[in-house]
């Protein structure tokens, strides 16, 4: 039987040289990497489907010499039925296109080692539905089958089969899209987490609202949704998903920016945001977007409980005056102003400086100017952070905004607080300190110890640089006197209930 066996497949590679060399030479290398405890009857069957693939059509051969290629690879990865099953996918698709055929067998080592055996030919089925007949058609499926392995890393298998239901909806209006669409899927799919299902519906729902959004939409989501919790990521999409069915326009962007907005948000607060802006789709999908963004510029004044009622307010007058109940929550109305005023404990500097300065030349009797302490920081001056009131001498510097109490009227006197005690560093002449001038009550041991200092500091064998001095023009002779202490801040409070 075993000389029968060797005769048969002697009789085989005679039939080889009918075909172009490669198809022989390929065989004979495959044939010394088969299992050593392969049957020789599956030997033969194994030869002889080569041999029908190459004999179906003038370009056969190519696929016939690719499937001897990869079978020592792909045969490794499940029994010989399987295997067999496999083989006959490959020369279903060689009917249809050896072209195809090729590109099936080629991507099949990777995919293999990843696709369970069950799918195999719900696999070559898959690429098959995308080929039409036409070049284009034919380039998408050969495209996809060399794209499956990396899909297959981060799909199911049921969700790559609504992937491929997608490009074949899509290229019916651009196969162009759709192949640029497979290739970014491979990049996008790693990063979209366990929401991939509802990210192909939006793409979907997108071919036939907005086709020529689809490519943007692919390249937004990879950057959109990991700004978002990864637990909300789904409920993002299905409401990007509603704004589609809705009407909206230039999907890919808003999601961009809504993400962002919700990026610059406590994370916890993703959940009852996306819950009230899911209520705002029935009352009006343009409003959503504005809304989330308009959370993202009001949260650092309000709380969660004071956004509902914000909102509650933006829903009302929508109902009342659609166009106004946009700009409410675009923040573009005197309405929408005025109740994030009237709900907000929290008191502006920019508000009330006129106010303030007022009161500060009235106790320090002399012109005296407020500013934010971000230009404090900004020019490197003061002795504190732009949290903290300060003061250089005929400015003083107070926060931007204070919301330490529950009330408006504690966080205003709260202002009057701190404007007071710089107003006092004026009045009782903290900032005519000299650093050079020589101490009048206690020891005089500044000049030593800023020696000591610099010397301290300085690196190992390194000589003093001439001009060196320059540098403390830089800085105001108070400054200098809280540098030779170990522990400023410790100094500089002692200082401050000294004063």
Known sequence: MENQDRSTLEQIQEQFRRFPAPVADEFEKAQAKMPDNMEADSMVKWANAGVEIAEQTV????????YYKVSPQVISYMPFNYFMRWTQCGNDLC?????????????????????????????????????????????????????????????????????VSFL????????????ECLALGQQIFPLIGDDKTAFIGLATAL??????????????????????????????????????????????????ETSQAL?????????????????????????????????????????????????EEGVNLLRQNPDGGLAFFKIESAHSE??????????????????????????????IKLAASEDLVSKGIGWVSSESPSTEGSTVFVPTLVDRYPSKDENFG????????????????????????????????????????VEKERPEGEEQVEGEGLERAWITDMQRFFNLFEDRKLSLDIFTVVE
Request: hydrophobic fraction near 40%; include cysteine.
């Open 338 to 367: 005025s109740v994030l005023e009237a709900l907000s404990s929290g008191v502006e500097f920019d508000r009330i400086k006129p106010v303030m300065e007022m009161y500060c030349r009235g106790l320090a009797g002399a012109e």
């Open 95 to 163: 009917k249809e296109s050896p072209t195809l055929a090729t590109a099936y067998f080629e991507a099949s080592p990777e995919a293999m080692s990843q696709l369970r055996s069950r799918h195999i030919e719900a696999w070559a089925a898959l690429g098959n539905s995308l080929y039409k007949g036409t070049w284009k058609s034919s380039t998408l499926a050969c495209k996809f089958f060399a794209y499956s392995p990396a899909l297959m890393e981060s799909l199911t298998f049921p969700e790559l089969e609504r992937f």
């Open 263 to 311: 990026s610059e948000v406590d994370p916890e607060a993703h959940s009852r945001i996306l819950t009230l802006s899911e209520a705002l789709l029935e009352e009006s999908p343009a409003a959503v977007p504005e809304f989330i963004k308009g959370c993202a510029q009001i949260m650092d004044r309000l709380s969660l409980a004071q956004v509902e009622r914000w909102y």
């Open 207 to 256: 071919v036939d609202s907005g086709w020529r959004e689809v490519k943007s939409f692919f390249e937004s989501g990879a950057k959109a949704l990991p700004k978002i919790d990864e637990d909300q990521r789904f409920r993002f999409l299905k409401i990007a998903e509603r704004l589609v069915q809705g009407g909206g326009t230039n999907i890919p962007n808003v999601m961009l």
């Open 168 to 179: 074949d909806a899509l290229s019916h209006r651009s196969y162009d899209l759709a192949a």
């Open 414 to 453: 709260w202002f009057k607080v701190v404007s007071t005690h710089q107003v006092a560093h004026l009045e009782f002449g903290s900032f005519h300190f000299e650093f050079d001038k020589p101490s009048t009550i206690f020891q005089d041991r500044r000049a030593d110890l800023e020696k000591n200092k």
């Open 59 to 66: 370009r056969s051969w190519e696929a016939a010499a690719q």
